[in-house]
C-alpha cells in the first residue's frame, strides 16, 4: 500500500484540497512509484510510521497523552522521505532519493512535532550512532523542536528506559545500565542537540540528520551551510527545513522558495530536493471559498481549529497589520512593505482647532530628525484627560536646497511644491543643505512664549543629533527627554492607538495637508509576533517623517500617561470651553 497514491486519489476525488505547488510534487512522486530504475522499498517508510503511531504521543493541549495518528499527507510525506531509493555509484548501493526536504505549511499545522517525530523515529529505528541537530534563527525556536522530541522520548516507557537527557542533548543509554551493550546502549554515540543561529562554533561538527526551523527569519544561508557541511560524510543525510511565508525581503526563504519553483517546473535539476509546499494560489479566493484554507492548512479541522481560522480571517478584514499577518502565516502569501497602514476614509479629519484654545496647557513632544536633505518634523500632541480628545500640531523642516528642485528626482524625488506649503504655515525653511536642529527647538519656544504652551516629555529617536538634544536640555530640562527606540517593541503600541484615535476621530490634527500626505506613504512592517513599525510605501520616495513625529509623540506619553493626565486635569477643567 503507497500512502502517495492514497494522498493523491484523496485529491483527484476532491478529499484532499491541495494547491499547484502540492500537484506538481505528487506527480512527481507517483512517477518515482511507476521508475523502473528507482527502488520502492516500502518497508523502510512503514517502520517509521508505525513507530511514530505506536511509540510517539503528544505533549501538549488538546491532544497531550494521545497517540500521534498520523495524516494521509503526513504519512506521504514520511514515505517519500524513506521508501524512494535510488543507486549511487559511489557507494555501490541504494540510498535515499530525497535527503532535502521543504515543508512549507501554515501556521498551527503541526509542522514542528511532525519534525520532531520523524527525527525521534530515525534516531531510534535508523542506524547505529545516529546524530541529529536541531537549530533556528532563535534559540527558543530551536528549543521548541529539542523539547516536543524529548517529550516524545519520555512519554515512551521503551524509550525512556534506553535513553537520557542532559544540559547538552538526548543520548542512548540508562546510565543503571551501564554494562548493557546494544543499540540502545550508551555504546551507540547517537544524539540529538540544538543550536541557534546566534550559537559560536557552528564549524566541525558531524551529523546525519539536521532540522532548520522558520527560515523565513534568515536573512541568508550563513546559518544553514555549517548544518549542510556537517552531513557530508553521510551515505544518507537529511535536512530538514520547516517554515510559513515571511516578511523579509530578499531574505534566504525567498531564494529557498525561487529555487523550489524552478524544480517543481523541471526548470531545475535537482533530483535529491522533496518539497511539499501548502499554499494558496491566490488571495482572492481566501475571502470567497472557505474550503481553499485547505490549501495552505492540509491540518485544518483535525489540528488547526475552523473557529480560529475564521476568527483570524475577520480580524484581517477589518486591521491592515492583521491581514498582512495572517496571509503570510496562515495562508503562506508573501507579504512586503508596500502595503499602505491606513486607508483614506481613516486618515481623513476636515476638523481644524484654535491653538488658542489650549493656552497654558502641555503637550507631549515628538521629532524626527531628518538625515541631510532629508524632511524633518516636529510634534506637539495635547491631551484632554475628561473628554479623551486630543489635538496635534505638526511642524515640518526643510532645507532649501529642496525648495527649488521640484522637478529634480534626487533631491525631490516626491515633486512637491515645498513653497507652497510654506506660505501656509506648514513648514519652516532652513539655509543651507540640512535642518539645523535649532530652528526646531526654536519652534516650541515659540509656542511657550505665543500661547504659554510647554513640553512635559519630548520623544526622539536615540540617533538624534547631540545639538537636538542639547537644546531641547538647555531651554526645557533634561528631565522632558524621552528616548524612543525606533523597533516594533516601541512603536507597536503608539501605533495601534494612533490608528484607533484616527479611526474614532479622537485625533484633530487640524486637518494639515503634509500630515495628511505622510500619513498616506506610511506602510507596515510587520514581525512573527504581529508587531508593527512604520516604513515608506516607496522606498525611494515620499515622505513619512510627520508621521513618524507624531507616532514618536504617542510612544513618549505611554511612558508618563498618569503624571501628564494629572497635571492637565489641573489646567482643563471640567466643562470649561478649554476643554473642547
Request: hydrophobic fraction near 40%.
Amino acid at each position: 500500500m503507497s500512502y502517495i497514491r492514497e494522498y493523491w486519489e484523496d485529491i483527484q476525488s476532491g478529499k484532499a484540497i491541495v494547491g499547484h505547488f502540492v500537484k506538481q510534487q505528487m506527480k512527481l512522486l507517483l512517477a518515482d512509484l511507476d521508475n523502473p530504475n528507482l527502488q520502492i522499498d516500502f518497508a523502510e517508510s512503514e517502520k517509521r510510521i508505525r513507530f511514530i503511531e505506536k511509540e510517539c504521543r503528544h505533549s501538549e493541549a488538546p491532544f497531550a497523552g494521545k497517540p500521534f495518528l498520523l495524516m494521509t499527507w503526513q504519512k506521504a510525506v514520511i514515505e517519500a522521505i524513506f521508501a524512494i531509493k535510488v543507486y549511487n555509484d559511489e557507494f555501490q548501493k541504494y540510498v535515499r532519493k530525497y535527503q532535502e526536504l521543504l515543508l512549507v505549511v501554515g501556521r498551527k499545522n503541526g509542522k514542528t512535532p511532525l519534525a520532531s517525530a520523524i527525527t525521534l523515529a530515525e534516531w531510534c529505528c535508523g542506524e547505529m550512532g545516529t546524530k541529529i541537530l536541531y537549530g533556528s534563527n532563535d534559540y527558543d525556536q530551536a528549543d521548541l523542536l529539542f523539547m516536543a522530541t524529548d517529550a516524545m522520548r519520555e512519554a515512551s516507557p521503551k524509550l525512556a528506559r534506553c535513553t537520557r537527557r542532559n544540559q547538552k542533548g538526548l543520548f542512548f543509554g540508562n546510565i543503571k545500565q551501564k554494562k548493557h551493550v546494544g543499540k540502545f546502549t550508551s555504546q551507540n554515540k547517537g544524539s540529538i542537540r540544538k543550536m541557534s543561529a546566534h550559537t559560536g562554533a557552528k564549524e566541525g561538527r558531524n551529523i546525519k540528520i539536521g532540522v532548520v526551523d522558520e527560515v523565513h527569519e534568515l536573512e541568508d544561508d550563513g546559518f544553514i551551510m555549517p548544518i549542510k557541511q556537517a552531513l557530508s560524510t553521510q551515505e544518507t543525510p537529511l535536512y530538514i527545513e520547516l517554515t510559513t511565508e515571511g516578511f523579509k525581503e530578499d531574505g534566504y526563504l525567498d531564494n529557498r522558495l525561487k529555487l523550489a519553483e524552478g524544480v517543481l517546473n523541471g526548470e531545475i535539476d535537482k533530483p535529491n530536493f522533496l518539497i511539499f509546499w501548502f499554499a494558496q494560489d491566490s488571495e482572492e479566493e481566501i475571502w470567497q471559498d472557505e474550503n481553499s484554507w485547505y490549501k495552505s492548512n492540509p491540518g485544518l479541522g483535525v489540528i488547526k481549529k475552523w473557529s480560529f481560522l475564521r476568527g483570524m480571517v475577520e480580524d484581517a478584514k477589518r486591521d491592515a497589520a492583521t491581514r498582512a499577518f495572517v496571509l503570510a502565516k496562515d495562508f503562506n502569501i508573501k507579504q512586503n512593505s508596500a502595503v499602505a497602514w491606513l486607508p483614506e476614509h481613516v486618515i481623513a479629519n476636515p476638523e481644524t482647532f484654535d491653538l488658542e484654545s489650549l493656552r497654558g496647557q502641555y503637550y507631549i513632544g515628538g521629532i524626527d530628525l531628518s538625515e541631510t536633505t532629508d524632511l524633518t518634523a516636529a510634534t506637539a500632541l495635547f491631551i484632554n484627560p475628561y473628554t479623551r480628545k486630543k489635538f496635534a500640531l505638526v511642524k515640518f523642516f526643510i532645507p532649501e536646497i529642496k525648495l527649488d528642485t521640484k522637478f529634480d528626482n534626487n533631491l525631490n524625488p516626491e515633486k512637491k511644491d515645498y513653497r507652497q506649503w510654506a506660505r501656509q504655515g506648514l513648514v519652516t525653511i532652513c539655509k543651507g543643505n540640512e535642518v539645523d536642529p535649532d530652528e526646531v527647538v526654536n519652534w516650541y519656544v515659540e509656542l511657550l512664549k505665543a500661547y504659554d504652551v510647554k513640553p512635559f516629555k519630548v520623544g526622539f529617536d536615540v540617533w538624534h543629533s547631540t545639538a537636538l538634544k542639547k537644546g531641547i536640555a538647555d531651554y526645557f530640562g533634561e528631565d522632558k527627554l524621552c528616548k524612543v527606540g525606533m523597533n516594533f517593541f516601541s512603536l507597536n503600541t503608539p501605533m495601534n492607538l494612533l490608528e484607533s484615535d484616527l479611526s474614532l476621530k479622537i485625533l484633530n490634527y487640524n486637518n494639515n495637508e503634509m500630515l495628511r500626505w505622510n500619513l498616506k506613504n506610511v506602510a507596515l512592517k510587520i514581525n512573527n509576533l504581529a508587531m508593527k513599525m512604520p516604513v515608506k510605501v516607496h522606498q525611494s520616495k515620499n515622505r513619512i517623517d510627520g508621521a513618524v513625529s507624531l507616532i514618536i509623540a504617542y510612544a513618549a506619553a505611554g511612558t508618563c500617561k498618569s503624571d501628564y493626565e494629572m497635571l492637565q486635569k489641573n489646567i482643563c477643567k471640567r466643562g470649561e470651553e478649554i476643554c473642547l
